[in-house]
């Protein structure tokens, strides 16, 4: 059978509910038979049509006297009824692609699907509510049990449930209309939320769930606030009602309960398209630095390596900010001040640049080597025992290697790895092989977004006619979809002139990597209008693993 019609976002008025029940022989749907089906369609709270058969449940089924007692079925009133056989192929058409309404549903739907199995129709893949789910979700306290006497009792029901398939199927119809009462209190409006609701509303902050009603079903950028107003948490998303509504089901991360409970209010961006809402994200997380965001406390720990050039003999140096106007050449930023760390001893690993803090002005500050020049790992120019243009050539491999090709840093790395391993020493060719794959991503990082940034101006449309976007020394300046087609100056998203510079500052670094993690998403599906300066892209041949290649691109 087709899968029910009508997209998550249908809203409840224009969605078909079938409603059934069916009695039975028994609890077992490979054992036991049906004997009673009785269905009822309804849109918008209008009856469509209704279903109604006993069933002669087969030759030699004999009814049990607890069946006929809680049923009143008895064999004399089935006998002279279709078998399952003649019923099921017009009961399956009147089905349809609506959605199933039960209750207890899956006990019904379990007899169908072995019984369409068995004669070989296809499997039944239309969605399904249980009102039992719904009703503990809902209306738990108010009833002893969620019996459908109970809820019918409860909710006075024209339809008094008596173990007859029409009659109960009527009462559970009933009991649904009144079930979408109350979930529309929690702003249960479309297909998607009455499906979720089960596991949403028993989410100890279901009350706010209302806060979802207004949020549209597109990608943008949603921001929780608490009582007074200040943002506790920036979230994005491709539908931003889908996903705020997550954090009421399935999203059981350990910060959501508190943030729920602190929130009082929720504000929404609608944005063009998934890069505009990812660099939004980034934008207003630096702007109100929410308690709840984890890249807050993540950004607070960036490091930048330097290379000290603006001194005679330049040394690697971890530092927490980056100047752009120091002449000193910088890699990062970088996640942490242990990753600094990690990267700049693997550069030492692989020149003998030195190691020593010392300030060197003028001539030698110490007689004799260091203790890592005595180790043989090092350069020791503050003991004078290497002049500066030698010096300067240690300089230039580390220079060119955070600009261009790492080959010359990684390939000493892995000549000393392939000699550790050759003496047995496997820890330190461990220890080696983890810094060389850190150094070659990092410079790999660092290579991509410098890239981006000195491409320029860069104008990119997606081939499917959807969109594209404006992009300037990495930072996103407009996008638009395929009915905003831009004039000769888009409405920017940033003022012109305030592309990043190199190095990257903090606030920017991770705005340019959402630009530059979009462009290698969609590079399959992007024609490049405009490049200011050429823009190059590491890309891979169909099959091809790393190392990777150096392409141009644009």
Not at 56 to 62: A, E, I, L, S, T
Not at 433 to 454: C, P, T
């Amino acid at each position: 059978m087709q899968p029910s019609v009508g997209g998550p976002d249908a809203p409840l008025s224009e969605v078909t509910f079938v409603v059934l029940d069916l009695e039975t022989t028994g609890g077992s749907a490979r054992t036991c038979a049906i004997t009673e089906v009785g269905a009822l369609k309804f849109r918008g709270g209008e009856c469509l049509g209704s279903f109604q058969t006993l069933v002669n449940p087969g030759p030699g089924v004999r009814l049990s006297p607890d069946v006929v007692h809680l049923t009143g079925i008895t064999e004399a009133m089935v006998g002279p009824a279709p078998t399952i056989d003649s019923v099921l192929p017009a009961f399956a058409e009147f089905i349809g692609n609506a959605i199933v309404v039960g209750h207890n549903v899956r006990f019904d739907l379990g007899f169908l699907r072995a019984n369409l199995a068995r004669l070989g129709y296809g499997p039944l893949e239309n969605r399904f509510v249980d009102t039992y789910a719904l009703a503990r979700r809902l209306v738990r306290d108010e009833v002893p049990n969620c019996k459908l006497s109970t809820l019918a009792r409860h909710f006075r029901t024209v339809a008094d449930p008596c173990h007859r398939a029409f009659d109960d199927a009527r009462a559970t119809a009933e009991v649904l209309h009144h079930l979408l009462e109350r979930a529309a209190s929690l702003g249960v409006l479309a297909l998607d939320d009455l499906l979720a609701l089960p596991t949403t509303a028993a989410h100890p902050q279901v009350a706010k769930l209302r806060l979802v009603a207004s949020l549209p079903r597109c990608p943008g950028v949603y921001l929780f606030k608490d009582v007074s107003g200040r943002v506790l948490y920036v979230g994005r998303a491709t539908d931003l009602r889908r996903r705020v509504r997550s954090y009421f089901s399935s999203d059981d991360r350990r910060r959501i309960g508190p943030l729920l409970r602190e929130a009082q209010s929720l504000d929404h961006i609608v944005c063009v398209n998934d890069l505009e809402a990812a660099v939004l994200e980034v934008r207003l997380i630096h702007r109100h630095l929410p308690r709840y965001n984890r890249q807050v406390k993540v950004w607070s720990r960036y490091r930048y390596l330097k290379l000290t050039l603006d001194e005679p003999f330049p040394r690697l140096a971890v530092v927490r900010a980056a100047k752009a106007a120091d002449g000193c050449v910088y890699l990062g930023p970088l996640s942490s001040a242990g990753a600094a760390k990690l990267a700049a001893e693997a550069i030492e690993s692989a020149v003998p640049i030195r190691r020593c803090t010392a300030k060197l002005r003028r001539g030698p500050v110490r007689d004799g080597p260091c203790a890592a020049a005595q180790l043989g790992v090092s350069t020791c120019p503050c003991s004078g025992t290497i002049d500066a243009d030698e010096y300067g050539r240690i300089v230039d491999v580390v220079v060119s290697a955070f600009a261009g090709p790492a080959a010359p840093l990684l390939e000493p790395l892995a000549e000393r790895m392939r000699t550790l391993a050759g003496q047995h020493r496997f820890e330190e060719a461990a220890d080696t092989r983890d810094r060389a794959s850190s150094l070659a991503r990092v410079l790999a990082r660092q290579r991509r977004l410098d890239a981006l940034v000195r491409a320029g101006r860069i104008e990119v449309e997606l081939d499917d006619g959807s969109g594209g976007a404006v992009i300037d020394g990495g930072r996103l300046i407009s996008t638009w979809a395929a009915e905003g087609r831009p004039g000769a100056e888009p409405s920017p998203l940033v003022p012109a002139g305030e592309g990043p510079m190199l190095p990257l500052a903090m606030e920017l670094v991770d705005e340019v990597s959402c630009v530059s993690s979009w462009l290698e998403a969609k590079a399959h599906k992007l024609r490049v209008v405009h490049v200011e300066h050429g823009l190059a892209s590491p890309i891979r041949r169909t099959g091809e693993r790393p190392p990777r290649r150096e392409t141009a691109v644009a």
